[in-house]
């Protein structure tokens, strides 16, 4: 993504159908099987209008750098993640959201820094104490967190919260269980107030907002979708990502069928990397203040680093207009 000037590539999807929101309320990934037919074409649009730059590069320590909206700039190692030297890696491009600024849908990942304020109530209602007293009854349906998702459960969400966040993780996906993208009608309350990304196919049916809950080191293995964007309310999230047909997805697949995503850093990564396989992998810990924004169809997996993480993300679809900066 390059700014100025300068122009930027970014991938549009067209799709046949804009019917795109969610088939089931416990599918995890509700767009990508509703849309019936897609073409991909690149094309590069001025982008300048949405984005300012700011700080993309973390400490010579290999740590992330988060800068403040509103107290400047500031590179921290992230503590939830300083046990696991591979979380201290960030590379994925860091900008500053320009004041009325559409964001885009652009060929690459890039993380946003946003006010707090922006979605505080939603924070607040997601936080873990009001969370059970308000939803503590309601139901939730967490999953087995595979490289596909299977295994769907239905149980209150205060049980959940109580029992399953707190469990060591297991090497297995198949033992472990996860809360994410919560369509039933008790959850709509709570999704409305969310206030959705600032970019053009944020609104409406043309986007799908989830929730998810998860403890320290759940999450999702390698996996693909629709273009999303994800922000941490609570607690921190580490995403890996690579490039759809990247050839080190040939080395992942069959090690990730079985293990988790925690695992495979620890178990598998070094390898890799030695290899000189991961050469185009981007990363990140994400926390409060940030939004993270992934294109369609880029492999990537997810940490929780944090004993409670709460997160929101909203899934897109581009309708194919050549103009992103609307």
């Not at 693909?224 to 580490?238: D, I, Q, S, T, Y």
Request: aromatic letters at 8%; proline letters at 8%; charged letters at 20%.
């Amino acid at each position: 993504l390059k700014l100025g000037s300068k122009r930027a590539c970014v991938v549009l999807s067209i799709a046949a159908s804009s019917r795109m929101v969610a088939a089931s309320h416990r599918r995890p990934w509700p767009l990508r099987r509703s849309v019936v037919a897609a073409t991909l074409s690149w094309q590069c649009v001025p982008v300048a209008p949405a984005l300012s730059s700011s700080s993309t590069d973390g400490p010579e320590d290999g740590g992330p750098c988060h800068a403040s909206v509103a107290s400047g700039s500031s590179c921290s190692v992230v503590p939830e993640s300083a046990t696991e030297l591979w979380a201290r890696r960030c590379n994925i491009k860091r900008f500053s959201l320009a004041l009325d600024g559409n964001l885009p849908l652009s060929a690459e990942p890039y993380i946003v820094e946003i006010p707090h304020s922006r979605n505080e109530e939603m924070a607040h209602r997601l936080a873990r104490k009001p969370l059970l007293e308000a939803m503590g009854n309601a139901t939730c349906t967490p999953s087995q967190v595979g490289s596909k998702r299977k295994g769907f459960t239905e149980m209150r969400l205060g049980q959940y919260i109580e029992d399953w966040m707190d469990r060591k993780l297991s090497r297995n996906p198949d033992e472990n269980r996860y809360v994410f993208g919560e369509f039933g009608d008790q959850w709509a309350p709570l999704r409305s107030i969310y206030e959705r990304p600032p970019c053009r196919v944020c609104t409406g049916e043309r986007a799908a907002v989830t929730i998810g809950l998860g403890g320290l080191h759940s999450g999702a293995p390698w996996h693909f979708h629709n273009a999303a964007f994800v922000e941490v309310l609570h607690g921190a999230k580490h995403f890996a990502l690579l490039p759809p047909e990247d050839p080190a997805m040939e080395d992942i697949k069959p090690a990730i069928a079985n293990l988790s995503q925690l695992h495979w850093h620890r178990e598998e990564r070094p390898a890799l990397e030695r290899a000189g396989r991961l050469e185009h992998l981007q990363e990140c810990v994400i926390r409060r203040g940030e939004l993270l924004y992934f294109p369609d169809q880029w492999p990537h997996g997810a940490v929780n680093m944090a004993p409670y993480t709460a997160f929101v993300s909203t899934f897109v679809q581009s309708d194919g207009r050549g103009s992103l900066d609307e």
